[in-house]
């Protein structure tokens, strides 16, 4: 199983940036694909998740309204949205995928699969 993210990048508050996350060697409509983002003094917090069939989003509080999480079954990707960026944004964006059984998947767990990240850097 392979999960790569690409996308991220430096770019100055109030920018956007659409990070996506390309599955590869699982049966993707299995699985919810949730993104996380780690920083060495907030630790690792979830963001925002999408259901099996992409109807169902799920967003933490301090990115509701900006970020917006889609998935494209055709590609196996799944893309981050990332509206009206703050310096507070910067930090590595994870993501992951989880059974469908759990939802939503702000949280992880040993049976998760992961990305290696994509750094995303907000200047001011």
């Known amino acids: 199983v392979q999960l790569l993210e690409s996308g991220g990048g430096l770019v100055q508050a109030g920018s956007s940036l659409r990070p996506s996350c390309t599955a590869s060697?699982?049966?993707?409509?299995?699985?919810?694909i949730a993104w996380f983002r780690q920083t060495p003094d907030k630790g690792r917090e979830g963001i925002a998740c999408v259901n099996v069939n992409g109807r169902a989003t799920h967003y933490a509080d301090s990115v509701k309204g900006r970020f917006f999480i889609s998935r494209d079954k055709a590609e196996n990707t799944v893309f981050l949205q990332m509206d009206s960026l703050k310096p507070e944004n910067t930090a590595m964006y994870y993501c992951?995928?989880?059974?469908?059984?759990?939802?939503?998947?702000?949280?992880?767990?040993?049976?998760?699969?992961w990305g290696q990240g994509t750094q995303v850097t907000v200047s001011s």
């Open positions: 992951a995928a989880a059974r469908r059984n759990r939802w939503p998947v702000m949280a992880v767990t040993a049976d998760d699969y």
């Open positions: 060697g699982l049966t993707f409509d299995d699985y919810v």
